[in-house]
């Protein structure tokens, strides 16, 4: 079956510090990858998402992520945090197209002003 | 990407009672999905909401606990059955829209068993 793993349980990092969170899985087929933030009380949000084509993924509010197949990773990066980007951060995989997909556990991160 | 409204939004609830957690999307879509976030954890899946037969349920999760209807393309609800405070969760609705791999959350429903 498959399943997530995100490296870092919680992240504290100071404002204008550069983020890097890791999200590795371990389905070796054709796989859709997500990342998914969750702001203090409010909902899921989509960040980005990688289908096909280009592995570096733009998202919004500056985030990127790299799609590296050897690696199984899909990590997340942002050059420069904010203090608005304290939250949970989600991975998440799709195995081809499939019906639902695997969350990992999650990682917090709390930006520091 | 489609618009989900879930509603109750949260709820306080004594033990032993049922809640119905409603899903409403304004557009028709391929699937809707439930998933269930205990404090502090990710999403765990609980079951797939199919259109007009009996819904799919992940292990650990069962019908008689928490039923699920789907009556038409848009809309399904989610009940959480004789309530123990171990219930307390965030209870999220999933779409997946018509020709779209992109999946959209509902905001949720906070449960809180007393």
């Known amino acids: 079956a498959q399943s997530v793993s995100q490296h870092n349980h919680h992240v504290i990092l100071s404002e204008a510090a550069s983020l890097e969170l890791g999200c590795n899985y371990s389905y070796g087929g054709t796989v859709n990858l997500f990342w998914y933030v969750q702001y203090p009380g409010q909902h899921l949000q989509l960040l980005l998402k990688?289908?096909?084509?280009?592995?570096l993924v733009k998202g919004i509010k500056g985030f990127e992520a790299e799609f590296i197949k050897s690696k199984f990773s899909f990590n997340l990066r942002k050059p420069s945090v904010q203090w608005s980007d304290t939250a949970e951060y989600f991975c998440a995989v799709n195995e081809n197209y499939g019906q639902n997909f695997v969350f990992g556990p999650g990682t917090r991160l709390s930006v520091l002003p | 990407s489609a618009v989900i409204s879930q509603k109750p939004s949260r709820d306080i609830c004594q033990r032993g009672t049922s809640l119905t957690i409603q899903c409403q999307v304004d557009s028709q879509v391929t699937m809707m999905f439930w998933y269930r976030q205990q404090p502090g954890q990710s999403l765990t899946l609980i079951a797939t909401a199919n259109q007009g037969s009996e819904a799919t349920y992940e292990s650990g999760f069962v019908i008689d606990k928490f039923p699920i209807s789907r009556p038409n393309l848009t809309f399904s609800t989610l009940t959480v059955s004789n309530m123990s405070p171990e219930d307390s969760s965030i209870y999220l609705c999933?779409?997946?829209?018509?020709?779209?791999?992109?999946?959209?959350f509902g905001s949720g429903t906070r449960l809180t068993v007393v």
């Open positions: 999933s779409v997946v829209a018509r020709g779209n791999y992109g999946y959209t």
């Open positions: 990688y289908f096909s084509g280009d592995p």
